[in-house]
Structure formats: C-alpha cells, structure tokens
C-alpha cells in the first residue's frame, strides 16, 4: 500500500516511516503542503500534518479532497476539538493526536480503507482470495468467507474482525486496536461485544483458525494446520 506521508517534524516523519515500512506499507514523505500538492501519483491513503511550515494544513486537506476520493487520515498536535470538526468537514477520513504509535496509524489507516472501499475505482486489479491453510478463504472485494468451499454466514462485524485479524496471523492485537479498527475510534460501548464477536468467529471457523486470548492484552489469531500435518516421526 503506498502512503504519502506530509509532515514537518523530521524524528515523527522518520519514526513514522519507518514503522509503516516495517509493515509493508510504501511511504513518501514529504514536509510542505505545496510539495504535497505537488505530487501526482496514485496513493491509496494521505497522512496529513496540519502543522505545515507553508501554508495550513487544513487548506491542504480541502485541496486534496477536491481532487479525488483518497483517504486522508489528519495526525496533528492540534487538541482543540474546533480542528478535528473542521478537518472532518474539509473531508479528511479520520484524525490522529500526537503523541501516538504506529501500531495506531496502521490500525487507522486500515479502519479507513474498510470504510471507504466502495469509493475505490471499479477497474482496480482484483487479486482473488486470500487463502488461510488448507480450508479457509477470504475473498475482501466481496467480503465473503468459506470453509471447505461452503459460505460462512458471517454477520457484518464478524466479517471486519476476520478481515483485521487475518491481515497479520500470528500478531497479538491489543482489545484498544481491535476495537478502533473494527468498530472505529468513535466507539464508546463496552468492550463485551468483541468477545462476543470472538467466540462466533471460534465456532463457526472451527479447525480453520484459533483465536487465543491473552489475559489482560488481547487476541491472536492462528492458522490451523490441516488433520495429519504434525511432525514426520
């Protein structure tokens, strides 16, 4: 996924970077608003300081936004709510405090693009289903999940938890990640409804996957092996 990152602050943009590019994500950097108006590649989500050196940042954003649909995730020091509203009705997607981790822009940046999937270009490449072990598919254009090759009836935030949980098998995920990322940060609910929302996906995805929680932090979800795939003696 390739990012245009603009930001002033050369330690955050250097932290930033390299975080997102540990993850896989392509990032571009750049530290003006005129050099981010300035770039014309595709990218598929903006992370837009509003502290820019030559022009407000807010400008920027409604710019960006006039241009297209791309996702815009504002990330500024800026507390006063009076920005968040103004930023959101300018048209950003979403909105990050510093301080903050990248393990929380990347979970905002991919609440964002769930959200805004239907925005994105019909003619983009469709690369089929991810495929997870021997007996689960996940097909993300058509949000539709199968197990052996049968359709799993899955309600609509089972579905964005499968979908968040598989993006990194293997990782554990924090209770506060999954719940910005799948039910967005405006959530205020309790919490209950994810592990509600864990133990339908543990039955019906029984031998597929493995959702283990972690006392006090969160889940991880593993691929199950297939029946007979142990060890060779």
Wanted: net charge negative; hydrophobic share 40%.
């Amino acid at each position: 996924m390739r990012v245009l990152l603009v930001e002033d602050d050369e330690p955050v943009a250097e932290s930033l970077r390299r975080g997102l590019n540990r993850y896989g994500f392509e990032v571009d950097w750049v530290t003006t608003g005129a050099a981010a108006l300035a770039h014309r590649e595709p990218y598929e989500v903006v992370l837009l300081d509003l502290g820019l050196p030559d022009t407000d940042g807010l400008d920027v954003c409604k710019a960006l936004r006039g241009r297209g649909d791309v996702p815009i995730i504002v990330i500024s020091a800026r507390s006063d709510e009076t920005d968040r509203v103004v930023g959101l009705e300018l048209g950003a997607d979403d909105y990050v405090s510093k301080p903050f981790g990248v393990r929380e822009v990347i979970a905002r940046i991919r609440a964002v693009m769930r959200r805004v999937q239907p925005r994105t270009s019909p003619g983009a490449p469709d690369n089929g289903p991810d495929r997870y072990g021997a007996r689960l598919t996940l097909d993300r254009r058509a949000a539709r999940v199968r197990l052996d090759g049968d359709e799993v009836a899955l309600a609509p935030k089972e579905y964005d938890l499968l979908a968040f949980l598989t993006e990194e098998p293997g990782a554990l995920m924090s209770r506060e990640q999954i719940m910005e990322a799948v039910w967005d940060a405006n959530w205020f609910g309790p919490t209950k409804t994810l592990d509600v929302h864990v133990a339908a996906l543990r039955r019906k995805l029984a031998g597929a996957i493995t959702i283990d929680a972690v006392r006090g932090v969160g889940f991880r979800l593993e691929i199950d092996p297939p029946p007979g795939a142990g060890p060779t003696p």
